[in-house]
T-cell receptor, first 115, second 110 residues
Framework: KAGVTQTPRYLIKTRGQQVTLSCSPISGHRSVSWYQQTPGQGLQFLFEYFSETQRNKGNFPGRFSGRQFSNSRSEMNVSTLELGDSALYLC??????????????FGEGSRLTVL | SQQGEEDPQALSIQEGENATMNCSYKTSINNLQWYRQNSGRGLVHLILIRSNEREKHSGRLRVTLDTSKKSSSLLITASRAADTASYFCACNQAGTALIFGKGTTLSVSS
């Protein structure tokens, strides 16, 4: 079974631009969560989607948004990029039966650099 | 916040030694999990312990949970160089997202 796939793996943007990151969960998983990882703040929860509905949301500004499609694939978007948005963005999926309580399966992440 | 906090932040040991990492959290939890991350990669789930469990084993891993002290520990026995990684605890309450601590960086030298 294929794992969680995130694209692109690496990208470089400039301040003010916007970026869209994509995540394909493990087949059969309907829950997708997004995390931002930086050396200073560690892993911070962005949002979680289940069956196309945002179920939980972290404490990030409105520039950060996401969505989930009917095939459970998810995208997150960051608009008006700031230098501080440089980070590793991690997507994780979980099996329906373990949503909110069980194991998360992570992708390799998308490393965003903002210049 | 129910975020877990790991201790120590960094740990250096020799191969064959045991490594112990601790995690403290602030509120009641549904379960507590431990994850491992190799440098710059995604996280890998190691073990989950539920709030009504006190100890769990998986291979060379042993996890304990003390809900009265709001703490957990991860013990890796007979460490190997391949165990070099960052280790994170994560916890949540029912219906909420999994929140991670800042991790312990383990370095195992041969």
């Amino acid at each position: 079974k294929a794992g969680v796939t995130q694209t692109p793996r690496y990208l470089i943007k400039t301040r003010g631009q916007q970026v869209t990151l994509s995540c394909s969960p493990i087949s059969g998983h309907r829950s997708v969560s997004w995390y931002q990882q930086t050396p200073g703040q560690g892993l911070q929860f962005l949002f979680e989607y289940f069956s196309e509905t945002q179920r939980n949301k972290g404490n990030f500004p409105g520039r950060f948004s996401g969505r989930q499609f009917s095939n459970s694939r998810s995208e997150m978007n960051v608009s008006t990029l700031e230098l501080g948005d440089s980070a590793l963005y991690l997507c994780a999926s979980s099996h329906p039966g373990t949503a909110n309580t069980g194991e998360l399966f992570f992708g390799e992440g998308s490393r965003l650099t903002v210049l | 916040s129910q975020q877990g906090e790991e201790d120590p932040q960094a740990l250096s040991i020799q191969e064959g030694e045991n490594a112990t990492m601790n995690c403290s959290y602030k509120t009641s939890i549904n379960n507590l999990q431990w994850y491992r991350q190799n440098s710059g990669r995604g996280l890998v789930h190691l073990i989950l312990i539920r709030s009504n469990e006190r100890e769990k084993h998986s291979g060379r891993l042993r996890v304990t949970l003390d809900t009265s002290k709001k703490s957990s520990s991860l013990l890796i026995t007979a460490s190997r160089a391949a165990d070099t990684a960052s280790y994170f605890c994560a916890c949540n309450q029912a219906g909420t997202a999994l929140i991670f601590g800042k991790g312990t960086t383990l370095s195992v030298s041969s």
